[in-house]
């Protein structure tokens, strides 16, 4: 369970851990923890084979979560290996026509890429084999079909003339490409066989009946019936494959594009990394670097990994990190973070972390994460495609038997039938949400936006209020000491030396500035004895035999000091919007200490933004009425929720959210964790703790409130697109499946015929990607 | 595993090979299965075809005794008149034919106009109808055509074609005399008004337009 636990730095005095500890103790009793597992799943080639992975594994005893994506072909599982293993997962998912490899690490995923590519470059290949070969099959079909358009053919293989070598050409020409597409008879018939029917089947089905018939057609001829030279077949089965795989194959290549944020990502590492050993520089393998290695990263190189700088300064481009364009002065003590671009000085590093420890690699993980996960409006389109296939062949089944029925011969019944299989191929349907995710998690991850997930990103469109938290968020975060008033016999030295060294230990923003003040004055601090953090008011420590209480005004009033003596000051500094810190010493008050806060200089214009998208903002902070709204004003907010104790962020939330509202909670601190688990999203300023990073939905990677007006509108783009994508997908089909049945027919109207079907399918699917990808020219509207 | 892929493929492109093979020794079933049906016809009705070779050379086909297919029973012996579609001229004559004008592929008499054809030599004396007729086919494939939309199969002449019927017991043409249109009408003929021919527009299998003189003959 300790691998479970959060990586924090955090104090006692200002995190309530409670809600943490309930969820690890939660694990605990559930005797075992189930094990995440990540598979690539090949074989995958519409929303009907997702699915059918995904009910597989579902299906299995000791499987307890299964979501499989179908545009990444990954399958995220959580099983107990207890009742059930790896290997027996993997088995069950072959046995339902799919393979499944586990994904393990970086260099597998290297090797997963790889593998995806040589898959691309294979489908090119038979794409390019089929088109070679059903060209002239079109082509020769095509001269008999419609002889208006006069195309040459030789005499010999005229249709009228010669109709036996008309059909037998056009028979080897096919077999070519049946054998390119094969692929879609192995898996197609394969799933027909174990009771889930997939887009494959479909097509194997439709295009297969036709090859047949073609056969069939091709025997009739030769025993002297030439009327079946009219409609041999073969042209329809040898170009919907081609189609087919052409669109499958353009598919692909898009869906490698929606991953480029990824591969952008990846790229930024180096392969090689330079470390000084012995005083002599050796370059090594980035996989061989090791913590505590010292790196030496020359100008214009790349920062393999993340470190300390221990000599040289330079200024470091974090661009593809953060999405912030200036270089950033570096130092020695500053941190380098791998993926970086040093701009100018010679630096040496120490190694803190390497692997997939570093911040880029759990960057590149979180965001592989992200794409991996369905939203929720994924799951209209699942359970739809789940029951499609099966449907269509039903429609398609009944409509020929009726038109059969009803006295058309065999070529009118075939067109019906191989028609209304070939245009309900459901892969439109199965794309419009995972592409658009895709696209939509990668364009943010590019603008330094981490959303992780698809219910993320669907949830964040939802939002229509925000509430910021003031001090890290609205305002740097670091505030400085501005004022002392004193009130009992200690000078001002003796008060700040004594408050410094009792607020040595804490991490709060005023204590630091506290300590600061007091370093810059020169004194000299003394280690405090039963240091006691009181969450939410302050700290209770001992120095030099005296019992210091530093905190908020509530903290006085549970000790009984009497503050009457400070309390016009207290008004006036608050009024003007300092952070009030009461010092007691021996339990009378000593004094009063202010520090100020500087408003971030973007906050203001990014309440304005999100005013602008309909956004309804609200400041939450511990600081009084007073103070807060100074810096409210200051940035356009008009609704504060000021002494808020930090345990309480959580239920002001919950309490906006019983008003039927959608809340984001925008945070940056440990004590902001539980109310960003609260919100319906939690946005982390990435330039925060881990604590509030791992506790939100959305990181902002530059630390730039701006950047949650930019998530909201990505979201609202991203969930627009997909609905976009779901609404051509259903229409498509919807429209197809009846005009592909013959009912215009009935009108008067034309007949489908199934290279228009095959064609149309085809392209359903490539406007789809095509519309997503259109996300990646994704901008935000500046004010 | 990549053995069997191998060994598979060379298997299909051997059965391939093999039923081209096989099926090119009978791939032309226009030419296999026509004289089949013309056969049947002057077999089943027996009084079409007048056996006229041991005084002129020729089978003569008719249905009406007018309108008639000469069929040669030996081209070395018929010179350029292997076949010969030979009809009344009057009618053509009222549609304003100028016989004096009709170039190569006609000839003409006071009472009747000869669409004619010249196949050859030919491989000698023939016994039957049938026979005869596809000599013309030996000497030269392009003149056999299959019209699918009629069912029908046809001998080409220079400026006309006789068709049968594939199978007379579905068509209701099962004979029929086809004389073009266009080079009678570029001699002023008007086409469209000849006693006893139909003026039809057809679709050729190359899809373009053809005018054509129709006379057709249901047997049954």
């Known amino acids: ?17 409670d809600f943490i500890n309930k969820d690890l103790d939660t694990n605990t009793i559930n005797s075992e923890t189930p094990k995440m597992v990540e598979l690539s799943i090949g074989g995958m080639t519409c929303s009907a084979c997702s699915a059918a992975v995904e009910r597989t594994t579902k299906k299995l005893p000791g499987v307890s979560s299964s979501s499989v994506n179908l545009t990444t072909n990954r399958a995220t599982l959580e099983y107990l290996p207890s009742v059930i293993k790896l290997s027996e997962i993997k088995a069950a998912i072959d046995k339902a026509g799919y393979s499944a490899t586990e994904i393990e690490g970086e260099k597998q995923a290297d090797q997963e890429q790889e ?18 070969f059903s060209s002239p099959v079109l082509y020769i079909a095509l001269s008999h079909m419609i002889p208006q358009l006069k195309l040459p053919i030789p005499y010999f293989m005229g249709s009228h003339d010669f109709p036996l070598i008309f059909a037998l050409v056009q028979f080897v020409l096919t077999i070519p490409v049946m054998l390119a597409g094969s692929r879609f008879f192995t898996v197609g018939l394969k799933t027909l066989v174990k009771g889930s029917p997939n887009m494959d089947t479909l097509v194997a089905i439709g295009t297969g009946s036709a090859f047949l018939y073609g056969i069939f057609a091709t025997v009739k001829i030769y025993l002297g019936d030439f009327s079946f030279a009219q409609s041999l077949y073969f042209e329809s089965a040898a170009v919907v494959i081609t189609l087919v795989m052409l669109g499958k194959y353009l598919e692909a290549v898009s869906k490698g594009k929606t991953s480029e944020a990824i591969k952008k990502l990846m790229n930024l590492k180096p392969k090689t990394a330079i470390i000084i050993k012995n005083g002599i520089e050796l370059e090594v393998n980035l996989d061989e ?6 790196v030496l990263v020359r100008p214009g190189s790349v920062i393999p990994v993340d470190g300390i700088i221990v000599e040289g300064m330079s200024s470091v481009d974090e661009s593809m990190l953060t999405g912030e364009s200036l270089p950033v002065e570096k130092q020695p003590g500053s941190t380098v973070t791998g993926g970086s671009i040093n701009s100018e000085g010679l630096i040496r590093f120490r190694a803190e972390k390497v692997g997939a420890d570093t911040a880029l690699s ?55 039938f191989v028609s209304i299989l070939v245009i309900a191929c459901p892969c439109a349907l199965g794309l419009a949400t995972p592409t658009a995710i895709m696209v939509g998690t990668g364009k943010g991850a590019e603008m330094g936006i981490l959303i992780k997930g698809g219910e993320a990103l669907e949830a964040t469109h939802k939002i229509r209020t925000v509430v910021l938290d003031k001090t890290g968020t609205i305002t740097e975060g670091k505030p400085v000491l501005t004022d002392i008033r004193l009130y009992g016999e200690l000078d001002e030295e003796e008060t700040l030396t004594l408050c410094a060294s009792a607020e040595s230990g804490s991490e709060h923003p005023v204590a630091r500035a506290i300590v600061e003040s007091a370093r810059n004055r020169g004194l000299r601090l003394i280690d405090p004895i039963g240091f006691k953090a009181v969450p939410g008011r302050g700290i209770d420590a001992m120095v030099k035999g005296s019992r210091i209480l530093a905190g ?45 806060d500087t408003v971030r200089p973007t906050s203001r214009e990014a309440v304005s933004r999100l005013k602008d998208l309909g956004i309804s903002v609200i400041m939450i ?53 539980p109310a960003l688990v609260q919100a319906d999203i939690g946005m982390a300023i990435g330039t925060g703790t881990d604590v509030a990073v791992e506790s939100a939905d959305v990181v902002l990677m530059r630390g730039d409130l701006n950047e949650v007006a930019s998530a909201i509108a990505l979201s609202r783009a991203t969930i627009r697109n997909i609905k976009q994508n779901l609404f051509w997908a259903f229409i498509y089909n919807l429209a197809g499946i009846p005009v592909a049945a013959g009912v215009l027919y009935i009108f008067g109207g034309p007949l489908l015929n199934p290279i228009i079907a095959g064609g149309a399918m085809a392209m359903s699917s490539v406007s789809v990607v095509s519309n997503a990808l259109r996300l990646r020219r994704f901008k935000i509207k500046q004010n | 595993m990549k053995k069997m892929r191998k060994l598979s493929l060379v298997f299909i492109i051997t059965l391939m090979t093999a039923v081209i093979l096989t099926a090119c020794a009978g791939t032309d079933v226009v030419l296999k299965y026509s004289p089949g049906s013309f056969d049947t016809i002057v077999k089943t009705f027996p009084e079409l075809v007048t056996d006229n070779t041991l005084k002129d050379h ?135 008004n000849i006693d006893g021919w139909l003026f039809k527009t057809m679709k050729d299998t190359d899809g373009s337009d053809i005018d054509v003189l129709l006379k057709p003959y249901d047997l049954k």
Do not use: C
């Open chain 1, 1 to 17: 369970m300790a691998d479970n636990k959060l990586d924090t730095n955090f104090t006692n005095r200002s995190l309530d851990t």
């Open chain 1, 115 to 132: 593998r995806r590519d040589l898959e691309v470059r294979t489908m090119k290949r038979r794409v390019l084999v089929a088109a070679i």
């Open chain 1, 289 to 294: 670097v090791a913590v505590g290695d010292i």
């Open chain 1, 362 to 416: 759990k960057i590149i993980k979180l965001v592989q994460d992200a794409q991996g996960k369905k939203a929720p409006i994924a799951k209209l389109a699942d359970i739809v495609s789940g029951y499609f296939v099966p449907i269509v062949l039903g429609i398609a089944a009944i409509s020929a038997i009726a038109w059969a029925i009803s006295g058309k011969d065999v070529n009118f019944v075939l067109t019906i």
């Open chain 1, 552 to 596: 908020n005004i509530k903290l006085m009033k549970e000790n009984t000091i009497d503050i009457v003596s400070s309390e016009k000051d207290a008004l006036d500094l608050s009024l003007s919007g300092r952070t009030l810190m009461y010092v007691a010493v021996d339990g009378k008050l000593a004094a009063l200490m202010a520090a100020a």
């Open chain 1, 621 to 673: 902070t511990g600081d009084n009425q007073n103070t807060a709204a100074v810096i409210a004003k200051e940035v356009g907010i008009e609704r504060v929720l000021a002494d808020v104790l930090p345990e309480d962020k959580a239920s002001e939330v919950k309490k906006l959210q019983e008003s039927g509202q959608k809340v984001a909670m925008v945070g940056d601190g440990i004590n902001d964790a």
């Open chain 2, 58 to 192: 020729y089978y003569y086909l008719s249905v009406d005794g007018e309108t008639t297919l000469k069929i040669s029973h030996d081209y070395d012996l018929t010179g350029g008149d292997d076949l010969v579609i030979q009809t009344p001229i009057a009618p053509f004559i009222s549609a304003g034919l100028d016989v004096t004008k009709l170039g190569e592929g006609y000839k003409a008499d006071g009472t009747t106009l000869y669409l004619t054809a010249d196949y050859g030599k030919g491989t000698g004396m023939k016994n039957t109808a049938t026979d005869s007729l596809f000599e013309s086919v030996k000497a030269d494939r392009s003149s056999l055509t299959y019209h699918q939309l009629l069912d029908h199969y046809g001998i080409k002449l220079l400026k006309g074609k006789f068709e049968f019927a594939k199978d007379y017991t579905t068509n209701d043409k099962d004979l029929v005399f086809v004389i073009a249109a266009k080079p009678l009408a570029e001699l002023g003929v008007d086409v469209q």
